[in-house]
């Protein structure tokens, strides 16, 4: 077990006892690039994970050591400096946030590792943020509630990382629940779940196994594309606050008005709400078939208004498309690669991603990683045994 070997190794370095937390990765199967548009989004906390084990120390000092880059690194809780290193500005953004919330912390011993695999859009990056936020309150006792862990998660990426990400993955992280995926409600912060329990369906992710080092810079810029088309919006209509108050027809009336990408980025998230909506009608029907013909749709518009996705991408969603046991399909996350998500009858999954990596090794010389995924909790303080 994993969470095991971390115990080892925070066992083998500092010869005590830690506390043990387990902080998931996350699907999200509608409403992508919603979150910052103040739209919805229904993501699910899922079965691979990182883990830390923790102490906490008397005097300043943070000693961290990730375990799947067997590297460490050290720093105190009074200088936090980013580092080209990288992976402990994930880490040092969250120790920062708490302060900055006017926290009174010390140092503590760390060591991370898990199964989340890094760039393949299943947020591994919120699971760092989200776990350490949540490990840190627990061992300090700091008293701090659920969603203001998971805004300082965020603010941890957005401000120490450089990353203008949402709030969907670090609000998945900490509120997920087995069996349910969460429609949350990215302006009011509020949440449902929906039971996710088709017995013969599987969540299937296809991993592209690239990551182009566009994704943040990209990101960045939707993220001004949609401002954008928001302030000229504005000007004629005084009570839209985000795209989420946008209708097709109102944004229709700016065609001639916004740049032409404009129109298209905005374009897409107006629709993606509206599917978004669509999708859950579905859900509470227990429709799957309309559901999967969303998920495709929303490729279609991440693919070509939003411009998103990459080639890798769009053939893993083309190859599944002449096939009626897979329901829906698309790519997943932030874009510019990671993973496809798909949602397949279990009785052709081998046989699916047997044919899907023939053609994706043929086509990109890659070899495909699937992951078939379950939901499950969000983050928690695992069971010593
Ligand atoms: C990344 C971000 C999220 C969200 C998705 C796109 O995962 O971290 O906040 O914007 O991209 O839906």
């Given at each position: 077990m994993l969470s095991k070997l971390v115990t080892q190794k925070f066992q083998e370095l500092f010869n005590e006892k830690p506390l043990l937390v387990r902080s998931p990765g996350r699907v999200n199967l509608i409403g992508e690039h919603t979150d910052y548009n103040e739209g919805f989004v229904l993501p699910a906390a899922i079965d691979k994970a990182i883990y830390f084990a923790i102490s906490p120390r008397n005097d300043e000092k943070c000693n961290l050591f990730a375990l799947d880059m067997n590297d460490s690194f050290q720093f105190s809780v009074n200088s936090l400096q980013f580092t080209e290193?990288?992976?402990?500005?994930?880490?040092?953004?969250?120790?920062?946030?708490?302060l900055k919330l006017g926290c009174n912390l010390k140092g503590f011993n760390c060591v991370f590792g898990g199964d989340i695999p890094i760039g393949a859009g299943m947020s591994s990056s919120?699971?760092?943020?989200?776990?350490?936020?949540?490990?840190?309150?627990?061992?300090?006792?700091?008293?701090?509630?659920?969603l203001s862990l998971v805004k300082l998660a965020q603010k941890a990426e957005n401000e120490f990382v450089g990353v203008n990400c949402g709030i969907m993955d670090q609000y998945i992280n900490i509120f997920g629940k087995s069996g349910n995926v969460l429609r949350i409600d990215c302006r009011s912060l509020e949440y449902d779940y929906f039971p996710f329990d088709?017995?013969?369906?599987?969540?299937?992710?296809?991993?592209?196994?690239?990551?182009h080092s566009l994704a943040s810079s990209e990101y960045n810029q939707r993220r001004k594309e949609c401002t954008l088309g928001v302030e000229l919006i504005?000007?004629?209509?005084?009570?839209?606050?985000?795209?989420?108050?946008?209708?097709?027809?109102?944004?229709?009336?700016?065609?001639?008005?916004?740049?032409?990408?404009?129109?298209?980025?905005?374009?897409?998230?107006?629709?993606?709400?509206?599917?978004?909506?669509?999708?859950?009608e579905s859900l509470n029907k227990k429709d799957l078939k309309s559901f999967g013909t969303l998920m495709y749709q929303t490729h279609e518009g991440?693919?070509?208004?939003?411009?998103?996705?990459c080639k890798e991408l769009d053939y893993l969603v083309?190859?599944?498309t002449n096939?009626?046991?897979?329901?829906?399909?698309?790519?997943?996350?932030?874009?510019?690669?990671?993973?496809?998500?798909?949602?397949?009858?279990?009785?052709?999954?081998?046989?699916?991603?047997?044919?899907?990596?023939?053609?994706?090794?043929?086509?990109?010389?890659?070899?495909?990683?699937?992951?078939?995924t379950s939901i499950g909790n969000g983050t928690s303080v695992m069971d010593e045994n």
């Open positions: 290193k990288h992976w402990p500005n994930y880490l040092m953004g969250v120790v920062d946030q708490i919120a699971a760092i943020e989200a776990g350490l936020a949540f490990a840190l309150n627990h061992i300090y006792n700091l008293g701090i509630d659920k088709y017995k013969d369906i599987s969540i299937v992710l296809f991993d592209t196994g690239v990551s504005k000007k004629d209509h005084n009570q839209i606050k985000s795209l989420r108050d946008v209708t097709l027809t109102m944004l229709n009336g700016y065609k001639n008005k916004l740049d032409s990408k404009i129109f298209r980025r905005c374009k897409y998230v107006v629709e993606e709400n509206d599917r978004m909506m669509k999708a859950c991440l693919s070509k208004d939003y411009e998103v996705s083309e190859l599944t096939n009626p046991g897979v329901y829906g399909a698309r790519m997943m996350g932030g874009g510019f690669g990671g993973c496809t998500i798909n949602l397949i009858e279990n009785k052709i999954v081998d046989e699916t991603k047997k044919i899907i990596s023939e053609k994706y090794k043929q086509k990109f010389n890659i070899d495909l990683k699937t992951y078939i």
